[in-house]
């Protein structure tokens, strides 16, 4: 998918407007809701690239904070018994971070700041399957929603697509490892959706069976785009838009 240079600026929700990301059912018990949220890819394995990827250093991570404004605007306010976790692939901003000579680390803990979510920093695929399934007491607060912004193919999350390797992702959720997520840990009717592209074409269904849970995902790319036809009625946030001839959204 292709990140557009976009500037860091405040969001503001237009909940009228065509095409804006759907509200997940709200749920009046403890709960957890846990946005999934990759790494950008570094100049030196994209920049020869006639496409190159993650130009915007904060492609995923603003998208991610468009979807927690429209929630605390929606079915999860601040003090609301569901818990809005953000849970961000560290390793990716750190080494992005170093390119840009900025701490891109203190601009994400930001969005924990102004939104009271939780933030949680993983930097392995192994850590994000710990956290879902013991995070929290899943006795007592089950996992009412999951979302994922960030690279993807149609078989995996790929947490840190070129930016440790050209091309190549070092920390991944596979669709084939997604047993390892315990069945019991969710709410009635969550919602998971990814925003990453090709999930629809085989992740979704292996997530189900897996899970149990419907996971809604893209038949085709998804972009990240910064142009103001894929901002979903969003004054300066990005929502990811499908971007492939023919591509739809497909649980």
Sequence with gaps: MRTRLLPFLLVLVAFAAPGLIQPAAAHAQSSEYIILVGGP???KWEKFKTEPHDVFWGSFIRAA?????????????????TQLTLLVYRKGY??????DNRDLVGLVNSVRDTYKVNLVWF?????VFNYFNGGKPRGSVKVSGFEFFGHSNRACFMFDYSNEVDSCSKAWMQEDELARLSRSIWAPKAYVKSWGCHTGESMSQKFYDATGVKMIGAIG?????????????????????LSSSGGSWTN
């Design 41 to 43: 890819s570094i100049e």
């Design 65 to 81: 904070r468009t979807r927690v404004q429209q929630l605390r605007q929606t079915t999860i306010p601040i003090g609301s018994p």
């Design 94 to 99: 750190v080494t992005r971070g170093r390119q």
């Design 123 to 127: 930097n392995s695929g192994g850590e």
């Design 221 to 241: 790319k998804t972009t990240y785009a910064s142009r103001i036809e894929n901002r979903g009625g969003i004054l300066n946030g990005i929502v990811p838009t």
